[in-house]
């Protein structure tokens, strides 16, 4: 696949999938690179149009998504998606309006709960803390056995890669909080900050659509954070396989069973 590059995200898909000879594990071994390689929003509607044409999903385990969040996140569902197909889930997301942290989440196996911090400590952080818990609680009342993962605080520029000292300890009060908040509750705290900063604070995060559209992060942010909640998700909920290798003789056994056969090893 050396020309891939100048192929688009399907095309190369497709080229993988008809070498795999349309077999689900040898096609997800390399496809999720392809996925990662800086594919634009609608090569990816495109690609997961194209799967969805394909009987691949059908192979794969599901796994029923809820996905809140206090600021506007629209655009991250097509990455999201196509990402959990390439790294073996089976993903339907349910995808709710900001600020609905009250609908009902009921029969989810995983739900992702996506915080802008900066309102939340805009106010008093105790009211915060406790608006915060409130959230959490009402989920896990709601799907008692599902998965909830929160993201990390990701405060607005210029916290990246410099941070004042009042700043930081400003943050490091709001992070404690957040697990104060969360105790007890089985929460996963998604570590998104490194991704995100790594990616450059210009490219996730752009001032004005913050003011006036509310969106805490770009279309380029939203894939950086979808890739980081997808491989949680496969974490999480993908089953892995543990293996021991050694070498048995002298080792699980006292002797070499081709030179003393089996009846005279002691265990």
Known sequence: MADSRAQNLTERLKLLWNESQHHASRFLHGAYREALSGSSSLEVAEALAWLNSTNLRA??????????????????QDPLELLLILLGLNPSIEHQPPYQFQASVSGADAVLLLVDFEKLRSTDQAAGNGLLGDWVKHLRDC???????????????????VVPEHETARRNQVEQGLITATEGLGVTVVRWRDPLCAAGVSFVHRSSYYVHYDQLLTRGGLGVAANVLARYLAVLFTPRKKVICLDADNTLWQGIVGEVGADALLY
């Not at 192979?59 to 991250?76: D, S």
């Not at 799907?143 to 890669?161: Q, Y």
């Open 59 to 76: 192979a794969l385990r599901p796994l029923r998504v809820h996905l809140l969040a206090n600021f506007v996140t629209q655009g991250i």
């Open 143 to 161: 799907a008692p056995r599902a998965k909830i993962l929160l993201s990390e605080p990701f405060f607005l520029p210029p916290i990246c890669p």
